[in-house]
């Protein structure tokens, strides 16, 4: 069984950065494709970026993009989402999310298979 374990969200200002972490079980991270997705209250689900389970393409979403890196440490079995520049329209409950092994990058919440728990991130404005 899969488990996704996120960290690091928090309450924080405008301009200011999060970096999250999501720990995986199993070797997971290294052989599927791994994406943030995150859900403000009463939206839905909204992508955020995916991983190639290569790392050799990432996409993220435009409302991101330049603003938020994510990256993997494969020997910590660790996905991360370094968050910079935070604006109020961020704030959400943020998910880790892995496809099954070997399947190709998607946008869409119902080709994952795995979710964590989600963690909060709050920015004021």
């Known amino acids: 069984q899969v488990q996704l374990v996120e960290s690091g969200g928090g309450l924080v200002q405008a301009g200011d950065s999060l970096r999250l972490s999501c720990v995986a079980s199993?070797?997971?991270?290294?052989?599927?494709?791994m994406a943030w997705f995150r859900q403000a209250p009463g939206q839905e689900r909204e992508f955020v970026v995916v991983m190639h389970w290569t790392a050799d393409s990432t996409y993220y979403s435009d409302s991101v993009k330049g603003r938020f890196t994510i990256s993997r440490d494969n020997a910590k079995n660790t996905l991360y989402l370094q968050m910079n520049n935070l604006k109020a329209e961020d704030t959400a409950v943020y998910y880790c999310?892995?496809?099954?092994?070997?399947?190709?990058?998607?946008?869409?919440?119902?080709?994952?298979?795995?979710w964590g728990q989600g963690t909060q991130v709050t920015v004021s404005s």
């Open positions: 199993g070797h997971i991270i290294s052989n599927s494709p």
């Open positions: 999310a892995a496809r099954t092994y070997y399947s190709g990058n998607s946008r869409r919440p119902n080709d994952y298979a795995y």
